[in-house]
């Protein structure tokens, strides 16, 4: 239960993030939205996965 509490909203900031990311890199390079992308999208992951060690 206490799981559940952080992956239903990680999944649904990704949800969010996703698209955010893809329009960015639409208005301006692939480079850019790849960027944007790794700096959103990698550290809640990464304090996730920290959070479950």
């Known amino acids: 239960m206490g ?3 952080i992956v239903v909203p990680l999944f649904f900031y990704l949800a969010l993030v996703a698209p ?3 329009k960015v890199a639409e208005k301006t390079t ?3 939205g790849w960027l944007m992308a790794a ?7 990464a304090l996730f996965i920290a959070l479950l060690i």
């Open 30 to 32: 692939e480079r850019t």
């Open 39 to 45: 700096g959103l999208v990698v550290p809640p992951v």
């Open 3 to 5: 799981l559940g509490i």
């Open 20 to 22: 955010l990311c893809v």
